[in-house]
């Protein structure tokens, strides 16, 4: 989806529950973020889900009608949906955004941000032509 948006993406990279933490705030820390950050997975009621736990710390803003459009598109495939505790917001100039591990939540997190995403990313560089 990235890629089909016209985003440079490397490989996946994949991260142990329990390290994700310590990864993303080096992945902060070491800035020079890219445009758009989306994490999969981790975002659930496991004790070891501490995807949004990484996150949440590091936001400037949480943009919280994203993550309700999400669960509201969920909900029409799943009940299970809301127990997904993501969140959205920025980073400096970077959007971040949680999904769960699932391929269903994915492609409804894709879907919320298609109609949207290029006009997050001007925002992004202060374009004020909305």
């Not at 994949?14 to 994700?20: C, E, W």
């Not at 989306?38 to 710390?57: C, H, I, K």
């Not at 100039?93 to 269903?104: D, E, Q, W």
Request: charge should be negative; charged fraction near 20%; aromatic fraction near 6%.
């Amino acid at each position: 989806w990235l890629r089909s948006q016209g985003f440079e993406t490397p490989d996946a990279t994949v991260i142990a529950d329990s390290q994700i933490v310590e990864y993303f705030a080096d992945l902060v820390e070491q800035g020079n973020l890219p445009t758009l950050i989306l994490l999969s997975g981790g975002t659930g009621l496991n004790t070891d889900d501490q995807t949004v736990e990484a996150v949440r710390p590091h936001l400037d803003k949480e943009v919280p009608g994203i993550m309700h459009a999400f669960w509201q598109m969920g909900m029409e495939n799943t009940p299970a949906a809301v127990l997904s505790r993501g969140v959205a917001g920025i980073i400096g100039r970077t959007f971040v955004m949680t999904l769960p591990g699932s391929r269903g939540g994915v492609k409804d997190g894709c879907a919320v941000l298609d109609p949207i995403i290029e006009h997050i990313c001007r925002q992004l560089k202060d374009y004020h032509d909305h």
